[in-house]
Nanobody, 114 residues
Framework: VQLVESGGGLVQPGASLRLSCEAS????????MSWVRQAPGKGLEWVSE????????SYSDSVKGRFAISRDNVKNTLFLHMNSLRPEDTAVYYC????????RGQGTQVVVSS
C-alpha cells in the first residue's frame, strides 16, 4: 500500500484548495478511506471519510459544509475539496486507511494565512 498526497500550499482565508491522494497497491473503491490532519503542536484529527462501494461520506463538525471528499476510481485517487478555508485549517493533511491515521501517506502542508 502506498499513498502519495499533493495539492497543499499557502492560501488566504476564504480560498479553496483541492488535495489529491494517489494510491497504489489496492483499489480506492474497495476501501473505506479518510483524510486526517495534524495542526502545529497538536495530535492527529480525523477530517472526513468515504466508504467503499457506494461511498457514503462523513465529516467532522469543524469542516462540515466546507469540505467534500471524493474519489476517481479510474485514476485510483482520493480527493479533498476544501472551500472557505480558515486559519484554523492550517495543518499537514494525510490520506489514510482509517480514521486513526495509522496507515497514511507522507502528507501535504496547508497554510491558511493573510
Amino acid at each position: 500500500v502506498q499513498l502519495v498526497e499533493s495539492g497543499g500550499g499557502l492560501v488566504q482565508p476564504g480560498a479553496s484548495l483541492r488535495l489529491s491522494c494517489e494510491a497504489s497497491g489496492f483499489s480506492v473503491d474497495t476501501a473505506t478511506m479518510s483524510w486526517v490532519r495534524q495542526a502545529p503542536g497538536k495530535g492527529l484529527e480525523w477530517v472526513s471519510e468515504i466508504s467503499s462501494g457506494d461511498g457514503p461520506t462523513s465529516y467532522s463538525d469543524s469542516v462540515k459544509g466546507r469540505f467534500a471528499i471524493s474519489r476517481d476510481n479510474v485514476k485510483n485517487t482520493l480527493f479533498l475539496h476544501m472551500n472557505s478555508l480558515r486559519p484554523e485549517d492550517t495543518a499537514v493533511y494525510y490520506c489514510a486507511m482509517n480514521r486513526f491515521g495509522s496507515v497514511r501517506g507522507q502528507g501535504t502542508q496547508v497554510v491558511v494565512s493573510s
